[in-house]
């Protein structure tokens, strides 16, 4: 039989024509079977929705922001605070530590020093009715007592006596002595730093923990007299007949830890919790100062601080 040209080129195109037919109905059915699958498994693409907690396994939370969450852990109270070498110069930690704020009885470490430099260690001052009203302390000074300059050093850095910082400041001229405290603070190198009163009862006695880092060089470096008795836990004095019984006794938290090399503690309504800490850390000497910390705060500041620095030397 014969077929023409035409009659074979219609055929060839019915037959092209089955052909891709069938082959997008079986394209169309896979696409659907595949949308049926994926529809049935967790979205790893669209970050909206959350997965299920069996596609990250047993150990992942079950959503995105629980995965992320980290525990609460303590955090200093205090609004300034430094930590470093006093050794070195070395500032290791600090924060806010050009603030100038209320530094409350950290000032009689000022108070120590002019005291020494402008006086003889045996020079006996006279408690006076004046001097014993001032807010009272522990260290039972009471007036008609008479005491060396040496003796009251100790109520003043173990106990924090206000009776002791006044006794010092106004044996011969107050103004006098009070002019001299802020020009010891510039020599030591603290240029932020200004004393309305020997005691630190005033909220214009003030400084920031930068500075007070510069004292803490000063006296590991040129005063060990000093710290020795800051850290010395009770200093007793017997009755005389200048003076009644007294033991005076340190109120510094880390006065029995045996790494404690000195410091002092001050408290204030304006300045809240102050403190200065030097401890032998690792061989070093190491400051911490903490200003404004929340009443009761100064010795758990402190602590966080101590810890976190003897972490950075583990890692």
Known sequence: MFVSYRNLTALAALCLAIVVFSLAMKISRSR????????????????????????????????????????????VTALAYLVGNVSTGQILMEKKDTAVLPVASMSKLITAIAAIDTMTPTTTILITEQEAEVASDTSMLTSGESFTVSELLYPLLLNSS??????????????????????????????????????????????TAKDFFALAEYLYKSRPDILAISRTAHFAVGTTTLHNAHDFVSIHPFIANKDFLGGKTGHTTEAGDTMLTIMNIAGQPIAFIVLGSKTGGRAGDTQLLIDEYKKSLSN
């Open 32 to 75: 659907s079977e595949h949308s049926q699958v994926v529809a049935s498994e967790p979205s790893i693409l669209n970050w909206s929705s959350t997965p299920e907690a069996s596609f990250y396994g047993p150990a992942v939370a079950t959503n995105v922001s629980a995965k992320s969450a980290k525990p609460s852990v303590p955090v």
């Open 162 to 207: 206000n009776v002791a910082a006044e006794a010092l400041a106004s044996s011969s001229d107050r103004g006098r002595f009070l002019e001299l405290m802020p020009s010891y603070a510039w020599e030591v190198g603290m240029p932020s730093t200004f004393f309305a009163d020997p005691s630190g009862l005033s909220p214009r006695n003030i400084s």
